[in-house]
């Protein structure tokens, strides 16, 4: 039997509803409510930012910085809750606005491995020993406004010089094929794998792997996860999910592609990933229509949506597959598949 999965996520996964078109539609939830809200939805752990858990972290020092980082850890415990991962946030500062390991202003670049080297210092006050790069703003608008080759060696000299600033912390690249960029740098778990392995220590550099990102680089989640998982280099997932070529929905796990979710769970389920340590998060935003008060519904959704198909993959007739498999009947088996998901058909 697979260990129990343990589920995250992050305090911006409960926003106040503003897009790019509108503003906010409902009030700021404190960060002491949404403390509350983890343990009352069934999750146990959180992922955080670094200025999650130091706000305006670049006006305090490193004396204050792990103060506040003391008392946050004092505070999650108090809820009975861990941080899952945590994630320098290279994408807000005016000095990432031309990208931040791959700035074509060298200072910036240093800036941002040094916040990054931080957000490590950070992580291992929480007692985290994984920090995620999503890599937002590295990549272009313009082809030409970079050099790739040069850019591509800057984001492994920052990975590099994350291993060489803490001896055991484990880095997590979270792909993305885009947005905020046209085309952003490492646009999938292949690439960030790749990266991995020519940097100064590869077991120590992994993989993230978000539903939506995957659907947007035109790929199959579970496949791609199965690929990381293939190398043991899957160490978080952001589940969520995404209708069609478009921008990031962060839809609710499930709510756009049900038989992709399905095979998500199915690949994890046959890792047996939690016992490996990988824990579930759900990145996801609540609708704009949402109102207040159900405006967690698409973490508690997201989560039921998860458990209701672990028990699909746990009932799923393997023996039936085989057969299916075993004959090459692919077609009866697509059958079998949908008609137990629809909870029809063979008792
Ligand atoms: C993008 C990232 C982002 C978090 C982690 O999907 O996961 O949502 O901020 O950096
Ligand atoms: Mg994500």
Redesign the pocket.
Known sequence: MAADYIFSF?P?NISEGNDPFGPTVRPTVTWADKLKVFKRLGFDAL?F?DDDIVPQIEEKSWPQIEREAWEMKRAIEGEGLVTEVT?P?LWEDARTVDGAFTSNDPKNRQWAIDRAKRCIDISNVMDCGIV?L?L?REGTYVREAKRAIDAHTWLLEAVNAMLAHDPKIRIAI?P?PNEPMDHAYIPTIGHAIALGERSSDPKRVGGLI?TA?SLLAGLDPSDDMAFALAFKKLWSV?LNDQNGLKY?Q?KSFGAANLRVAWNQVRVLEEANYPASGGMVAF?VKAMRTQKAEVATKHLENSRRIFLHLLEKVRTWDRRLEEQYVAARDYEGLEMAVLEHLMGVGRK
């Open positions: 992050g911006w992922m930012h994630a946030r995620v999503w937002a979270e993305k978000e990102h952001h990031d962060d990145d």
